[in-house]
C-alpha cells in the first residue's frame, strides 16, 4: 500500500536514485494508463475503433481509476511530493493541454475528437492535483 511505502521511507531515503527511478517508472505506467503527453499516442486510434460503449468505460471509468491511484500516491508517498516531481507533473500536465486541444480542433471523426480531448481534460486533473 502506498499508506506503506510512505512510513517506510524516510526524508533520508527519499533522493536515492533507485527511489527515484522507482518513482518516474510508476509516473510513466500511470501516465500511459491515463493518455498524458508522451504517452498518448494509443488513445485516439482506440476511441476511434472501439464500440461506442467500450469508447465510453474508457473515457470514465479506468480514467477515473487510475486517477484515484496517482491521487492516493500524491497523498501517501513522499517522494511524490518534492518538487522535481511537481514540476514534471507540470509540464507534462502543460504539455497534455496544448496537444489535446490543438490537436482536437483538427479532427474530423466526433470518437477521435473525444479522444484528443480526453487528453487535455486529464492534463486539467493532473495541474489541480499538483497545485494541491
Not at 59 to 75: E, H, Q, W, Y
Amino acid at each position: 500500500s502506498f499508506a506503506g511505502l510512505g512510513k517506510s521511507l524516510s526524508d533520508s531515503v527519499i533522493h536515492q536514485p533507485l527511489i527515484l527511478a522507482g518513482l518516474g517508472m510508476m509516473i510513466v505506467g500511470l501516465g500511459f494508463k491515463l493518455s498524458l503527453v508522451p504517452f498518448q499516442l494509443w488513445t485516439p486510434d482506440v476511441y476511434q475503433g472501439a464500440p461506442a460503449p467500450v469508447s465510453t468505460f474508457l473515457a470514465t471509468a479506468s480514467k477515473i481509476a487510475i486517477f484515484a491511484v496517482v491521487m492516493r500516491l500524491f497523498m501517501y508517498a513522499p517522494a511524490a511530493d518534492s518538487e522535481v516531481v511537481r514540476l514534471v507533473l507540470s509540464i507534462i500536465a502543460v504539455a497534455s493541454i496544448l496537444f489535446g486541444n490543438l490537436m482536437a480542433i483538427s479532427q474530423s471523426n466526433i470518437k477521435r475528437l473525444l479522444g484528443y480531448s480526453s487528453i487535455a481534460h486529464l492534463g486539467y486533473l493532473l495541474i489541480a492535483l499538483v497545485a494541491v
